[in-house]
């Protein structure tokens, strides 16, 4: 339980260094470095350390159509719509949002894959979304110029950050499973064309990209690559071996509680009653769904493949 622990750790300190990173950069060509860097790295992996004929001969033509997919909402979106909320948004309000893709994947497994519900199910999504509300009703003077009602508008990006992140999933397993495109060449493909898509979005938006010094951003985006993408993702799937994906999942809302403390201690940020009373509310929602759903066997499939893609995350 301990590596549980560590690994939810590790993930909600990926918020705080995202809000150091923007700091040092532009959200567009943070995003953009990062991915680009990551995708040549997963790409050059696969190639030497897989079978390289296997690698040559693959039909990558046949699977265009969803790298287009994962490039915009599993890579593009996600990252730089969470990343630009993260210049005015408090790390651990900004966490608690993300982790609330399980319900939109829920929502978007109903209505793309038909998948049913059951009664628990759909009262733990109402919940869900329910208690998201009392963190909505705290914000900064920032946001409060960009409000409409209780949201303001870098709530809003992070929660389709995080309904794009799940579509994102769902992409991924199609591809993976009912395709049989391998999860390596997808994951490279799209995290590199998402990056190149971010620095383009920069060269056109952010004239002046770098806010301190490029010796700075590269430390911080470096710590954060070896963070989320080494140890986190490793960690991650050392786990899967021992505890189901459920435990993990659920688990997952450790992270928004890291982040917290961080941006507390890092940052001075104010901690609410607001955030507990959502994070409770969020979490025993979660719990409900996982307890109402009788098809543990399907939903591990479907956390696994998520997890695939999920290992570039945050």
Same mark, same amino acid.
């Given at each position: 339980?301990?590596?549980?622990?560590? $690994?939810? *750790? !590790?993930?909600? %300190?990926?918020?705080?260094?995202?809000?150091? &990173?923007?700091?040092? +950069?532009?959200? =567009?060509? #943070?995003?953009?470095?990062?991915?680009?860097?990551?995708?040549?790295?997963?790409?050059?992996?696969?190639?030497?350390?897989?079978?390289?004929?296997?690698?040559?001969?693959?039909?990558?033509?046949?699977?265009?159509?969803?790298?287009?997919?994962?490039?915009?909402?599993?890579?593009?979106?996600?990252?730089?719509?969470? $990343?630009? *909320? !993260?210049?005015? %948004?408090?790390?651990?309000?900004?966490?608690? &949002?993300?982790?609330? +893709?399980?319900? =939109?994947? #829920?929502?978007?497994?109903?209505?793309?894959?038909?998948?049913?519900?059951?009664?628990?199910?759909?009262?733990?999504?109402?919940?869900?979304?329910?208690?998201?509300?009392?963190?909505?009703?705290?914000?900064?003077?920032?946001?409060?110029?960009?409000?409409?009602?209780?949201?303001?508008?870098?709530?809003?990006?992070? $929660?389709? *950050?995080?309904?794009?992140?799940?579509?994102?999933?769902?992409?991924?397993?199609?591809?993976?499973?009912?395709?049989?495109?391998?999860?390596?060449?997808?994951?490279?493909?799209?995290?590199?064309?998402?990056?190149?898509?971010?620095?383009?979005?920069?060269?056109?938006?952010?004239?002046?990209?770098?806010?301190?010094?490029?010796?700075?951003?590269?430390?911080?985006?470096?710590?954060?690559?070896?963070?989320?993408?080494?140890?986190?993702?490793? $960690?991650? *799937?050392?786990?899967?071996?021992?505890?189901?994906?459920?435990?993990?999942?659920?688990?997952?809302?450790?992270?928004?509680?890291?982040?917290?403390?961080?941006?507390?201690?890092?940052?001075?940020?104010?901690?609410?009653?607001?955030?507990?009373?959502?994070?409770?509310?969020?979490?025993?929602?979660?719990?409900?769904?996982?307890?109402?759903?009788?098809?543990?066997?399907?939903?591990?499939?479907?956390?696994?493949?998520?997890?695939?893609?999920?290992?570039?995350?945050?």
């Amino acid at each position: 339980m301990i590596l549980i622990i560590v $690994l939810y *750790a !590790l993930f909600g %300190l990926t918020f705080t260094l995202g809000k150091i &990173l923007v700091c040092h +950069a532009a959200p =567009f060509f #943070a995003v953009g470095l990062r991915m680009t860097t990551g995708g040549i790295l997963l790409l050059a992996g696969s190639y030497f350390f897989r079978r390289t004929s296997q690698f040559c001969t693959l039909p990558l033509r046949s699977y265009w159509d969803g790298y287009i997919k994962l490039t915009i909402f599993a890579i593009f979106l996600p990252y730089v719509l969470r $990343l630009w *909320a !993260l210049q005015d %948004l408090s790390t651990g309000k900004t966490a608690l &949002l993300f982790n609330t +893709a399980p319900f =939109f994947s #829920a929502i978007l497994g109903y209505f793309l894959l038909r998948e049913r519900l059951s009664k628990l199910q759909m009262v733990a999504l109402v919940i869900g979304f329910i208690g998201t509300v009392p963190i909505l009703l705290t914000s900064s003077p920032v946001e409060e110029l960009f409000s409409f009602g209780i949201l303001s508008l870098q709530e809003l990006a992070v $929660l389709m *950050a995080a309904g794009s992140m799940s579509y994102g999933f769902i992409v991924m397993r199609e591809l993976v499973k009912e395709r049989g495109c391998p999860p390596y060449i997808a994951n490279g493909i799209a995290t590199f064309a998402g990056g190149l898509l971010a620095l383009s979005c920069s060269f056109v938006f952010e004239p002046v990209p770098i806010r301190t010094t490029l010796v700075s951003f590269l430390l911080v985006m470096g710590i954060q690559v070896v963070i989320s993408n080494v140890f986190c993702s490793n $960690l991650q *799937a050392y786990l899967l071996h021992t505890y189901s994906p459920t435990l993990l999942s659920f688990a997952g809302f450790l992270s928004p509680l890291f982040a917290l403390i961080y941006g507390y201690f890092l940052f001075g940020e104010t901690v609410t009653w607001h955030f507990f009373v959502s994070f409770f509310i969020v979490a025993f929602a979660l719990l409900l769904y996982f307890w109402g759903d009788d098809r543990p066997k399907m939903r591990s499939l479907e956390i696994k493949a998520a997890v695939k893609v999920g290992s570039q995350l945050p």
